[in-house]
C-alpha cells in the first residue's frame, strides 16, 4: 500500500508529464476504469476512461495547457491536494487537484477547480 507524500510526489509527475504531452492514453492509464474529474470551473463531471479521454483532448489538448506542480499537501494516506499552474491559450490560472488514489496507487477521483 502507498503512503505519504512522496507518493503524491510520483503520482502528480507522472499526471503532468502526460498531459503536457497532450497524451491522453498515457494519462488513462494513471486511473481506475470507473474514475471520477469533477471539474466546476468547467461545468462538468468526467466518468470513466471515456470522460478522462474527453476532459484532456479538450482542456489540455485544446487550450494547449502546460501545468506546474506548485505544492502537495497529503491528508493521509491515499488522499491529497495538489496545488497547480496553468498555462495555455486561455492565459494563466492557479488550481487544486483534490485527489484520491486506490491502495494499488491509481487516480479513482479529482475534485478539481481553479482559485
Do not use: C
Not at 17 to 26: E, H, L, M, P, Q
Not at 74 to 88: E, H, I, W, Y
Not at 97 to 113: F, H, M, P, Q
Amino acid at each position: 500500500m502507498m503512503e505519504g507524500q512522496a507518493d503524491f510526489h510520483a503520482v502528480a509527475a507522472r499526471l503532468i508529464k502526460a498531459t503536457n504531452a497532450f497524451d491522453a492514453d498515457a494519462v488513462t492509464v494513471l486511473f481506475t476504469p470507473d474514475a471520477v474529474i469533477d471539474d466546476p470551473s468547467t461545468g462538468e463531471r468526467f466518468d470513466g476512461y471515456d470522460g478522462i479521454r474527453d476532459y484532456v483532448e479538450r482542456f489540455f489538448v485544446g487550450y494547449k495547457t502546460v501545468t506546474r506542480l506548485l505544492t502537495v499537501e497529503a491528508f493521509g494516506p491515499l488522499t491529497a491536494r495538489l496545488r497547480v499552474d496553468f498555462t495555455g491559450d486561455f492565459g494563466h490560472e492557479v488550481g487544486r487537484l483534490d485527489i484520491k488514489l486506490t491502495s494499488e496507487g491509481l487516480i479513482e477521483r479529482i475534485d478539481a477547480d481553479l482559485e
